[in-house]
């Protein structure tokens, strides 16, 4: 009797995200860089065109493609989208200035953060944004709850 099929393949979230970009494989180069991906795949029509691509960053997979039109669109670099991708890292630091040495937009500087991480947000020259993080504090709800209205309190003077 064989195993059955697994809903989720092996490795992979149940969420995954997709992204679209201008020109996939200058993106690859630039994700193998900035945050150590590895390409898993990379299938490129006649063309040239990247039609599917896959990256792995630490344990996660992340699917590419190149734009098609009538399909999907990349984001336009300058213009805030409305989805990014959170990626906690080992030494965000580092990460952070390689992502804005290799051209990303700083969109909010690298800071402790009140609910214990070290946190800041990116725009990579694709135009995907990312919020690169690394836990530095584990936080107790009661402190959190402190915390976070003392930072609405700041934010909303």
Same mark, same amino acid.
Request: aromatic fraction near 10%.
């Given at each position: 009797?064989?195993?059955?099929?697994?809903?989720?393949?092996?490795?992979?979230?149940?969420?995954?995200?997709?992204?679209?970009?201008?020109?996939?494989?200058?993106?690859?180069?630039?994700?193998?860089?900035?945050?150590? %991906?590895?390409?898993? $795949?990379? +299938?490129?029509?006649?063309?040239?065109?990247? #039609?599917?691509?896959?990256? &792995? =960053?630490? @344990?996660?997979?992340?699917?590419?493609?190149?734009?098609?039109?009538?399909?999907?669109?990349?984001?336009?670099?300058?213009?805030?989208?409305?989805?990014?991708?959170?990626?906690?890292?080992?030494?965000?630091?580092?990460?952070?200035?390689?992502?804005?040495? %290799?051209?990303?937009? $700083?969109? +909010?500087?690298?800071?402790?953060?009140?609910? #214990?991480?070290?946190?800041? &947000? =990116?725009? @990579?020259?694709?135009?995907?944004?990312?919020?690169?993080?690394?836990?530095?504090?584990?936080?107790?709800?009661?402190?959190?709850?402190?915390?976070?209205?003392?930072?609405?309190?700041?934010?909303?003077?």
């Amino acid at each position: 009797m064989s195993n059955p099929v697994r809903a989720i393949p092996e490795g992979y979230h149940s969420v995954t995200p997709y992204l679209t970009c201008k020109n996939t494989a200058q993106a690859i180069e630039y994700y193998k860089s900035v945050f150590g %991906a590895k390409e898993t $795949v990379c +299938m490129k029509g006649p063309d040239g065109k990247v #039609g599917h691509a896959e990256i &792995k =960053i630490s @344990d996660s997979h992340i699917m590419l493609a190149d734009e098609f039109p009538g399909m999907n669109a990349a984001p336009t670099p300058g213009v805030k989208n409305a989805c990014g991708i959170f990626l906690y890292v080992e030494n965000v630091d580092d990460v952070f200035k390689r992502a804005v040495a %290799a051209g990303a937009h $700083v969109d +909010m500087p690298l800071d402790n953060q009140f609910w #214990g991480d070290r946190y800041g &947000k =990116i725009t @990579d020259p694709f135009g995907h944004q990312w919020g690169l993080a690394q836990h530095v504090e584990d936080v107790a709800p009661e402190e959190m709850k402190r915390r976070s209205q003392e930072y609405a309190a700041k934010m909303a003077k």
